[in-house]
């Protein structure tokens, strides 16, 4: 993916099993959102109609002055949009907890962003001007925003609760980081303790109070988010279970349908008979 190669990602290769904390920790800097926007695709259409669209830029075409985001559906805004370009963006899925660790809505003044001026030209141009290979690079470009945007949240540190506020956080980052990179490692406790660089009660008071939950049921929602975006994709049942770190398939549909209603065997067949 594109992505792959905008995004400057720090991975140091070598096995964690020695000592999970010097392969997170000792990073210069931890790329604390490829493995997490990476797993939900990102794809965008045009809209002609604002109520409708999840991203406006206003301005023109050479000079655009203002973007428009809502991350959860279509929000209304006293944002003057529409006036350049609209777009529907679908982010993965309502199951992505981006989306519940952004507003609903945000306003962008392009004015105070070469970057961000640049990357809305270019979307405005490829959503109003069609040419071959313009549905790949609209995706692109609309997720490489989204990346942007989450820097921004991050580096900035808007947040006292939530995801970003836990990517921001120089103890919970490596925590995070390693369960977004390794869902299905058998993690245990003392691990992310140890990536945390904190005590024990320590880590699990301001991971608790950060993320609104602990550690492990953390890894457990992770696991099940992607677990289910996998079924959905015609991935069976026990590859599943397996691949995000359960033992057994029964293991696994006992933890997925506590979380979803359904049995993911009943999730898997809907999804092949679509």
Same mark, same amino acid.
């Given at each position: 993916?594109?992505?792959?190669?905008?995004?400057?990602?720090?991975?140091?290769?070598?096995?964690?099993?020695?000592?999970?904390?010097?392969?997170?920790?000792?990073?210069?800097?931890?790329?604390?959102?490829?493995?997490?926007?990476?797993?939900?695709?990102?794809?965008?259409?045009?809209?002609?109609?604002?109520?409708?669209?999840? +991203?406006?830029?206003?301005? *023109?075409?050479?000079?655009?002055?203002?973007?428009? $985001? #809502?991350?959860?559906?279509?929000? %209304?805004? &006293?944002?003057?949009?529409?006036?350049?370009?609209?777009?529907?963006?679908?982010?993965?899925?309502?199951?992505?907890?981006?989306?519940?660790?952004?507003?609903?809505?945000?306003?962008?003044?392009?004015?105070?962003?070469?970057?961000?001026?640049?990357?809305?030209?270019?979307?405005?141009?490829?959503?109003?001007?069609?040419?071959?290979?313009?549905?790949?690079?609209?995706?692109?470009?609309?997720?490489?925003?989204?990346?942007?945007? +989450?820097?921004?949240?991050? *580096?900035?540190?808007?947040?006292?609760?939530?995801? $970003? #506020?836990?990517?921001?956080?120089? %103890?919970? &980052?490596?925590?995070?980081?390693?369960?977004?990179?390794?869902?299905?490692?058998?993690?245990?406790?003392?691990?992310?303790?140890?990536?945390?660089?904190?005590?024990?009660?320590?880590?699990?008071?301001?991971?608790?109070?950060?993320?609104?939950?602990?550690?492990?049921?953390?890894?457990?929602?992770?696991?099940?988010?992607?677990?289910?975006?996998?079924?959905?994709?015609?991935?069976?049942?026990?590859?599943?279970?397996?691949?995000?770190?359960?033992?057994?398939?029964?293991?696994?549909?006992?933890?997925?349908?506590?979380?979803?209603?359904?049995?993911?065997?009943?999730? &898997?067949?809907?999804?092949?008979?679509?």
């Amino acid at each position: 993916m594109l992505i792959d190669v905008v995004i400057l990602t720090y991975r140091i290769y070598g096995s964690i099993n020695s000592n999970f904390s010097d392969h997170y920790s000792k990073m210069t800097r931890i790329d604390r959102l490829s493995s997490l926007v990476s797993q939900f695709e990102i794809k965008t259409r045009p809209a002609t109609d604002s109520t409708e669209a999840n +991203l406006c830029i206003d301005g *023109e075409a050479e000079n655009p002055k203002g973007l428009w $985001l #809502a991350f959860s559906g279509t929000a %209304n805004s &006293s944002f003057g949009r529409g006036s350049l370009a609209m777009a529907k963006i679908d982010y993965g899925g309502n199951s992505n907890p981006i989306l519940m660790a952004l507003p609903v809505e945000m306003t962008i003044d392009l004015t105070t962003s070469d970057e961000l001026r640049a990357l809305a030209q270019l979307i405005a141009s490829e959503i109003n001007t069609p040419r071959c290979g313009g549905q790949i690079a609209i995706d692109r470009l609309c997720e490489f925003l989204l990346v942007s945007v +989450l820097r921004k949240q991050i *580096e900035t540190r808007e947040y006292e609760t939530g995801l $970003l #506020a836990g990517l921001a956080d120089p %103890n919970l &980052s490596p925590v995070l980081v390693a369960i977004h990179d390794e869902p299905g490692r058998l993690w245990k406790l003392d691990d992310l303790v140890s990536l945390s660089a904190q005590s024990r009660s320590q880590f699990m008071e301001t991971f608790q109070s950060t993320l609104g939950v602990s550690p492990i049921s953390y890894l457990r929602q992770w696991r099940m988010t992607l677990a289910r975006n996998a079924l959905m994709s015609g991935a069976r049942v026990k590859e599943t279970a397996r691949k995000f770190g359960y033992g057994s398939g029964d293991a696994f549909t006992r933890a997925f349908t506590q979380t979803y209603g359904v049995a993911p065997t009943k999730l &898997s067949a809907q999804t092949l008979s679509g």
